[in-house]
């Protein structure tokens, strides 16, 4: 197993472990259908046991589905590139799974005898759970993620307006978001992002307070710059336009050079438009 993508996914267990996010919509499940007694239940057990075979059985469905979903997202990019549809590929994988375990726990509590019908059946039911309890931890993590965005905007020293407050001037338009990626920084490394440098399983993020070795995918890492201002040059470099110094050509090798100094390789692939963003940066 490749230990990058083995740590990103650990990472991201760790992420929904820490979540209160998560454990308020899984507690909100588990009432809910204790409430509601979907299956039967409500017709074969009491208050008592339902809650405790809900809370037995969603947790652990759950936690299967979102083992499967989290590694599926990590090791299909190279099939899948779009995370949505990796998510919902990871779903149904793990409807199987969650189908033999939901038998196995229905046989401990009510003791009827595991048979392939019911392993069918327990796995055709579990698509549709496995889909919307991803798709609903997926959104509460996603919504934290945005509030932990705004708590830090701070690196940028922005700053938000009270819900009371009264503009006495004509509204300015709003501040632009922090990128997702600051917030796999070190606090003292989060300011405007100057490039980004694949290295193995990690990237380099270099910013105007430090540079930092981050456990993501270079493509990954891409995807989080938000609206930082910027272009790729080469498969493993990215530059922001505020970093850009100059373009120059060395031993028949055109490079990118900073305005620290550094100079990337340009790559053949990536040269055209890297000389068409280039001359629209100088001429505005």
Not at 36 to 55: K, Y
Not at 67 to 76: T, W
Not at 182 to 191: A, D, F, I, V
Not at 214 to 241: C, K, M, N, V, Y
Request: aromatic share 10%.
């Amino acid at each position: 197993m490749n230990g990058g993508k083995l740590h990103s996914a650990l990472r991201e267990l760790q992420d929904f472990a820490s979540s209160r996010n998560f454990w308020v919509v899984l507690a909100a499940i588990v009432v809910l259908f204790t409430a509601i007694g979907p299956f039967s239940t409500g017709e074969h057990m009491g208050v008592l046991p339902r809650f405790g075979f809900w809370l037995v059985n969603i947790f652990v469905s759950t936690w299967v589905a979102i083992l499967i979903v989290v590694f599926a997202e990590l090791y299909l990019d190279r099939f899948i590139a779009a995370p949505f549809p990796r998510m919902f590929a990871g779903s149904l994988l793990a409807c199987p799974v969650i189908g033999l375990t939901t038998m196995l726990i229905v046989y401990s509590w009510r003791g009827p005898e595991p048979s392939w019908q019911a392993y069918l059946e327990n796995t055709a039911q579990a698509f549709p759970i496995s889909m919307v309890f991803t798709l609903i931890f997926w959104a509460s993590m996603r919504h934290e993620k945005q509030i932990k965005l705004a708590t830090e905007a701070g690196a940028f020293g922005l700053t938000l307006p009270r819900a009371d407050a009264q503009p006495a001037q004509p509204m300015a338009p709003p501040a632009p978001e922090p990128p997702p990626m600051l917030t796999r920084l070190k606090p003292e490394n989060r300011g405007p992002i100057l490039r980004l440098s694949a290295e193995d399983h990690y990237t380099l993020t270099v910013t105007s307070r430090g540079r930092e070795l981050i456990l993501i995918r270079f493509s990954d890492a891409l995807s989080e710059l938000g609206d930082t201002a910027g272009t790729q040059i080469h498969r493993s470099h990215w530059i922001a336009r505020a970093a850009f110094e100059s373009l120059v050509t060395k031993e028949g090798k055109l490079l990118a050079r900073l305005k620290d100094g550094t100079e990337l390789p340009v790559s053949r692939s990536f040269a055209g438009e890297v000389k068409s963003k280039v001359a629209n940066w100088t001429c505005e």
